[in-house]
């Protein structure tokens, strides 16, 4: 096959050649400051990234996971708990939970936005349930109005999971500003991402602040001063550095996904394919740009041939990954989010992508498709 352009997933060297100066002179402030962890670069971003949200309070971790853990924990979830998570979503939304030692309970996922399955939420709900993580996947909100009625009805915290939506909005609200506290993840590759691992938690009460605080410092927030048993969590100095340099251009990214994604809506009309959905009054980031095509697999070696870029997220829900088999789910339980894993295809979306990449992307899948129908 004649290879027309190739076009990666993402290409973080291009980004930080683009902020080059940048990330130089934060590191050049770090090193200078001579202070790698709980400094000014921690705390400025901090209040950044609240000011930004429009929470009361940010605190930098060492992971998006570490954030769920620790969220969770201050929320009291631990041995004998329940906590109600999509089937579909990133593993660690389930480890951050198992590790609590609660136990997380899957329901179904909503079949146009990916994102859990409101009316499978409530009735999942039982005496021993806690909280429930509802998860902005892909970037697309949650629908976290009818979350929050269910939660305050049954008495659950909601931890969101804003791993995949930076900036994301639902009914003109940032999400990660909906629930007792919002977990987020910079991976590299995330819409906000640090050179590394790095998370954070946000919310609005003092007093989770502060159990948060202590909690990823083992326990203390003075020296030597050990409440109770914590953890090793903190976000580094570096990390933060480096993720102040790169906030303020979250907003402009996000737009340029969303006008990528526009013109994948525009060009992919037509295909066998079921395009991403955009809830009315809400604002996805496309974090991922996730089609659903039919004999995936084989498309997925065709675009891979064609040197596109092409993942899938996830090619299994949570209750067929072999780790999390042990919950006892059966497969045909979560029907929605298994067929969400056969058709899933995610097409390359990243701020430096041009309209030129797109339209590459698009010539190659309709190679790709050739043979195909719309899934089912
Ligand atoms: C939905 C979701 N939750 C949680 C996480 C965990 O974040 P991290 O990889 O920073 O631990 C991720 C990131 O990969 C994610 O996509």
Known sequence: MRVTRPVPPCDLAREARAMRGGLEGASRRVFKAGRFIDGEEGHAFEGEFARYLGVRWAVGVSSGTDALRMALTVCGVGRGDEVILPAMTFVATAEAVIHTGARPVLVDIDPKTYCIDVRALEKAVTAKTRAVIPVHLYGHP????????????????VVEDAAQAHGARAAGRRVGTFGRMSCFSFYPTKNLGAFGDAGLVAGRSPGDEKKVRRLINHGALQKNEHEEVGFTARLDELQAAYLRVKLPFLERWNQKRRSLAALYDRLLQGLPIVRPAERRGDVHVYHQY???C?????????????????????????HLVKSLCYLGYRKGRFPVSEQLARTALSLPIYPEMSPQDVQAVVAALRRALAGTEVPR
């Open 294 to 318: 039919g004999s995936r697999d084989r498309v997925l070696r065709r675009l891979v041939e064609l040197k596109v870029g092409a993942l899938i997220h996830y090619p299994r829900p949570l």
């Open 142 to 157: 949650a629908e976290m109005k009818r979350v929050q009625e269910i939660a305050a009805r049954f008495h659950l915290d």
């Open 290 to 292: 996730v089609i659903r």
